[in-house]
């Protein structure tokens, strides 16, 4: 199994970036998937998770109503969307799979980051 994610870059605050993140090996479409950041001597954090029915989402709370969370079963992939970013967003960001329907995992399979840099 192999999480590819994509779509980093470096942006101004208020700025907006996709992420991509397109799983091979094994199907996805239906347990979760989810992104996960981590910052510069910080701990790894959830971002977003979405279920593997209905397509149920979960948000941490500073980036709710910011980002949004999607995937195309068909495809094997998931994405971010994330809008108006602040400098505190910086981070590399990954992408997870769960074995299992819910929206927070626990994960099985990550992905290697990719950078995202907000400047004020």
């Known amino acids: 199994v192999q999480l590819q994610a994509s779509g980093g870059g470096s942006v101004q605050a208020g700025g907006s970036l996709r992420l991509s993140c397109a799983a091979s090996?094994?199907?996805?479409?239906?347990?979760?998937m989810g992104w996960f950041r981590q910052a510069p001597e910080k701990e790894r954090e959830f971002v977003a998770g979405?279920?593997?029915?209905?397509?149920?989402?979960s948000y941490a709370d500073s980036v709710k109503d910011r980002f949004t969370i999607t995937r195309d079963k068909a495809w094997n992939m998931v994405y971010l969307q994330m809008n108006n970013l602040k400098p505190e967003d910086t981070a590399v960001y990954y992408c997870?799979?769960?074995?299992?329907?819910?929206?927070?995992?626990?994960?099985?399979?990550w992905g290697r980051g990719t950078q995202v840099t907000v400047s004020s």
């Open positions: 979405i279920g593997g029915s209905a397509g149920s989402t």
């Open positions: 997870a799979a769960s074995l299992i329907t819910g929206t927070r995992g626990p994960y099985a399979y």
């Open positions: 090996g094994r199907s996805f479409s239906s347990t979760g």
